[in-house]
Each structure stands twice: as structure tokens, then as C-alpha cells.
């Protein structure tokens, strides 16, 4: 016995050493390198398009990342009101809207806000920000008019 032990020692050795480099030690990233923020591509609403009072808000976009998207946020502003109506009536100011999103492309088509029939005609700014899985963001604005005259 005494004779194959060194032979046996080296041969265990050696497999051990070929099992450790072959199986890896779980601390490889096998995450890919996000390198590019997101993209917004948006069919509706179109620049200065209008929508009623009273209506729907209606959006249709895709939205695009390299890796992995996570939401996209809706926000609408008031920015101008026509100087000649001087109604007391708010403007409107919808609460934000947040909308999950998956994989590498999503498109959302759908009818984000309701627009109260009760507030100030006048021109309002959407936001568009869109994030990504490691929290890079795209931004867009669209200048709207909100009731039925252009401003």
C-alpha cells in the first residue's frame, strides 16, 4: 500500500483541483452591462393635439431598453391659460400615473387620465419619464391643449 499512497494523493489532488476550476465559485455576474438609457416613442398624443373636457386622455407609446425596463411615469402640468376667458375654474391637475413595465420593449396603449368637464381650458405639458431596471431614465414632453380650441 505503501507504494501507490503518493500516486493516489497526486491523483485526488489534482481532481479536486480540476473540479474547483470547472465548477465555478458563484460570484461570476451573469448580469448583462446596461449601457443605454431607455427610449420613449410616442404615437399618441401628437404635439399640440387637443382633448376635450370631459373626455379621456388617451396615450399610445413603446417604450424601449437595452437589458430590462421597470415603469413609466405620466404627469400633466399647466403651463399656459387663454388670457381672454377669465373663468375661475381650476386647472386641472391629475396625481401622477405609474405604469409597470417588462422584458426589453412594451408598448402601453390606453386612456391614462379622465379629464374633468369642470376645469380651465388652456395648455398643459405631459411628462414622460420612463426607467429602467438600473434606475437610468428617458424623458419626453408634449405640449397638449386642453378643450376644444388650439392655443
Known sequence: MKIYFP????????????????????????????SAAPTISTSVPTANQSFSLGGSFQYTGTFTDDVELKNVTFSIEKIDAPSTLGIDDPSWAPDDVTITLSGTT???????????SGVNDGVYQLTI????????TATEEITINLGSTNY
Open 129 to 136: 419619464l420612463c426607467s429602467d431596471a438600473v434606475s437610468k
Open 7 to 34: 500516486k493516489m494523493v497526486s491523483i485526488l489532488f489534482v481532481g479536486t483541483l480540476m473540479l474547483s476550476s470547472c465548477g465555478g465559485s458563484g460570484d461570476k455576474d451573469d448580469t448583462p452591462d446596461d
Open 106 to 116: 412594451e408598448t402601453v396603449d390606453a386612456a391614462i387620465f379622465d379629464i374633468p
